[in-house]
């Protein structure tokens, strides 16, 4: 399963090497993608990145109800993967 965070781009540089390349505040941290499939991205968008790439912009109120929907669910312990259980005596 794939759980994909909307994060709010910072800064957008480009160059004849890399294209145009995003760094991408993601609330815990900054990370940088490619904006190969959103070339219309700038600065103040909330994008979906995916494997290095920004694949989908989103609106504030989209990216804002995904984002409380996160701390909601790390709030209910599931940001921790369960315990493995024992096997049981004789198993």
């Known amino acids: 399963m794939c759980l994909t965070v909307p994060g709010r781009i910072v800064q957008v540089e480009e160059s004849e090497a890399t294209g145009r390349v995003a760094r991408i505040d993601f609330g815990v941290a900054v990370r940088t993608a490619n904006l190969l ?22 609106g504030a109120h989209e990216a804002e109800e995904a984002i409380a929907a996160r701390r ?19 198993r």
């Open 37 to 58: 499939y959103v070339p219309e991205a700038a600065v103040g968008d909330f994008v979906i990145v995916q494997s290095g790439f920004a694949t989908r912009r989103l």
């Open 72 to 90: 909601e669910f790390d709030a209910l312990g599931a940001g921790n993967p369960p315990r493995a259980r024992a096997p049981a005596p004789g």
